[in-house]
C-alpha cells in the first residue's frame, strides 16, 4: 500500500486527537412539542464524555438530521461543540444529495472552530455511479480545509462506495477515513487492502467493529454507544491494543443488544431504550415513530439482561 503525503496541518492529528477508538453518532433529544431538548441534549454529551467515548457524531442519520432545519442542524453542532469544549474530536454530519447543498453545508460547519472534521454521506436517492460519488465527495473536499470522513452506507441512500472508488478519493489529501456500513465484511477487506496505509477505516456496524479492528480498522462510529458508551469504548480500546480477551467478553455480552438497537430503523429503538433509562423522553420526528409494543418488550428484556436497566420497567 501506498502512503499519501502528511496530513498532519489537521487537527484531528495534533496534541493526540487522531480519529480512532469509539465515537458515537448522537441521537437528538426532541421534546413532546417537536422542538429540539437542549438541557437533555447538553446532559447526554457530558454523559458521552465523561463514560469514556473517545469522539462525538452529531446530526448523523442516528441525529434525525433529515428532518431538522438548518437552524437547528446548527445548533445541535453548536451545543455539542460548546458542552464537549475541545475534550474530544468533533466529527460533525454534513450531508445532501445535491452536491452543491452539500458542499455549502460542509462550508458552514467547517467553519465552526469545534469541528475537528465533517461526516458526509453519498448522494441518496439519486443513485449516482461511481464517477458521480467520485466527483460529489471531491467537491465537498476541495471546498473546505477540514479532514473529511465519507460514509458508506448503501442500505441507506442506495448508493454504494466501491473499494476501487474509495482509493481514488483517498489521494484527495483532506478525505482522510470512510464509516464503512455497506454490510459487506468482503468488501471492508478489500478497501482495507486497497487504500493508503495511513487512510482510516471506521466500523459503521457495532456487531462488527472487532473483525474490522482486526483487518486493520481504527475504530467504530456507533449507534450502541448512545445506550452504552463506556462499554463500546472499552471494547474498541481493548482490540484496538490487541487486548482480544476482553474485547470478545464485552462483544459477547453486548451483541444482543447491538443487534437489537436494529429491530427497527434506527434510532427508534435506541431513543426507547434511552428514554427507559431517564437519559431523554423518548420523542421523535415523522417519519420516525415510536417502537412497536412487542418491539419495545423485547428491547427492555435485553436491556436489563446486559445491565442497562436496574430493573425491568413497566413498557408503555
Known amino acids: 500500500m501506498i502512503r499519501r503525503e502528511n496530513w498532519s496541518w489537521f487537527g484531528l492529528s495534533c496534541a493526540g486527537m487522531k480519529l480512532r477508538g469509539c465515537g458515537t453518532a448522537l441521537v437528538t433529544p426532541f421534546r413532546t412539542d417537536g422542538s429540539i431538548d437542549e438541557p437533555a441534549l447538553r446532559s447526554f454529551v457530558e454523559w ?178 448512545n445506550v452504552i458508551p463506556a462499554e463500546v469504548a472499552a471494547m474498541t480500546q481493548a482490540a484496538l491494543d490487541g487486548n482480544w480477551i476482553p474485547a470478545r467478553k464485552l462483544h459477547r455480552k453486548h451483541l444482543p443488544l447491538m443487534q437489537a438497537l436494529f429491530l427497527e430503523s434506527n434510532p427508534m429503538p435506541a431513543k426507547c431504550i434511552l428514554s427507559m433509562m431517564g437519559r431523554m423522553e423518548e420523542n421523535y420526528r415523522l417519519p420516525m415513530v415510536r417502537v412497536k409494543p412487542e418491539t419495545r418488550s423485547r428491547l427492555e428484556k435485553i436491556a436489563f439482561d446486559v445491565g442497562v436497566l436496574a430493573e425491568r420497567v413497566a413498557a408503555g
Open 48 to 225: 458521552q464524555i465523561s463514560s469514556g467515548v473517545h469522539f462525538l457524531v452529531p446530526c448523523g442519520t442516528t441525529g434525525e438530521t433529515p428532518t431538522l432545519t438548518h437552524n437547528e442542524w446548527l445548533r445541535v453542532i453548536d451545543i455539542t461543540i460548546e458542552v464537549t469544549n475541545g475534550r474530544v474530536p468533533i466529527v460533525a454530519g454534513a450531508t445532501s444529495n445535491s452536491t452543491y447543498e452539500a458542499v455549502q453545508k460542509a462550508k458552514t460547519v467547517a467553519s465552526r472552530p469545534g469541528v475537528d472534521a465533517i461526516l458526509t454521506a453519498s448522494p441518496y436517492y439519486n443513485k449516482p455511479t461511481q464517477e458521480g460519488q467520485y466527483q460529489h465527495f471531491r467537491a465537498i473536499a476541495e471546498a473546505i480545509d477540514k479532514p473529511v470522513v465519507l460514509y458508506n452506507v448503501p442500505g441507506r441512500t442506495a448508493a454504494n462506495i466501491e473499494p476501487s472508488t474509495l482509493a481514488r478519493l483517498a489521494q484527495i489529501r483532506n478525505i482522510i477515513a470512510v464509516k464503512e456500513a455497506s454490510g459487506s465484511m468482503t468488501q471492508i477487506a478489500e478497501a482495507l487492502n486497497i487504500v493508503p496505509e495511513d487512510f482510516i477505516v471506521l466500523s459503521g456496524d457495532d456487531a462488527i467493529t472487532l473483525p474490522v479492528i482486526s483487518l486493520g480498522g481504527q475504530g467504530i462510529i456507533s449507534v450502541a454507544s
